[in-house]
């Protein structure tokens, strides 16, 4: 799990205004790092199957909010994307 200090770094460097903690841009990059840090422990432990199944659900919620956003607003998708670190 993300500390307090690393979510609010990262919800401070994607939101879009002052408040913003919950759209989909700031979501998607929370669920990036976390993903990260999951595919890191599951190197390490290749027999945590319940890490695995949890690894699964982020990367399908993350892969739903995409979706949305590409619907919704490309440019914003595409920066995100670029930003996150995956393939637009």
Known sequence: MLSTEEKT???D?????????????VQIALL???IERLLEH?????????????LLKMVSKRRKLLKYLE????????????KVGLKA
């Open 42 to 54: 599951l190197k390490e432990h290749k027999k945590d199957l319940h890490s695995k199944k949890g």
């Open 13 to 25: 460097k994607y939101k879009t205004h002052e408040k913003d903690t919950g759209s989909a841009e």
């Open 9 to 11: 770094a990262i919800i």
């Open 71 to 82: 619907k919704t607003d490309e440019k914003k998708y595409k920066e995100i994307a670029k």
């Open 32 to 34: 990036s790092q976390e």
